[in-house]
């Protein structure tokens, strides 16, 4: 049997798990598996540069500590972590697989301030 390659990346904060009433996830690890590399790479040709790419690639674990904004998607069960270097960057983290019972990062993209500004305004709406 093929062993995965997991690597821890961060945890969920205190205050992103307060701010979104995820209290249960509170201080809980976040993985990315090597098998990231497959759900990623149709995203290449949107950053700035594969250089940007690889970078966001190898650095997942420092743009989820110095990040911009987390926005919840109820819908999707999953964080989206909001992180700029080179391109402004969305991590998506799933939250507990039923299979593995992992908050893993999922995908990886650029997004543009826009939509960081639309999901905060949004994020301010009590629902």
Not at 36 to 59: P, Q, R
Not at 121 to 127: A, D, G, M, V
Request: glycine share 4%; charged share 30%; proline share 1%.
């Amino acid at each position: 049997m093929k062993k995965k390659f997991n690597k821890v990346v961060g945890r969920i904060s205190r205050k992103i798990a307060r701010k979104y009433d995820l209290q249960e996830y509170e201080n809980q690890i976040i993985i990315q598996s090597g098998g990231l590399y497959k759900h990623t790479y149709k995203h290449i040709s949107e950053f700035t540069s594969i250089d940007s790419y690889n970078y966001a690639m190898s650095n997942i674990n420092k743009i989820i500590k110095k990040l911009l904004f987390v926005y919840f998607d109820k819908k999707r069960k999953s964080l989206l972590y909001f992180g700029k270097f080179k391109d402004e960057i969305c991590i998506v983290v799933k939250l507990k697989l039923k299979h593995s019972g992992d908050n893993y990062v999922a995908t990886f993209y650029p997004v543009n301030q826009s939509k960081i500004n639309r999901l905060k305004e949004k994020s301010l709406i009590i629902t």
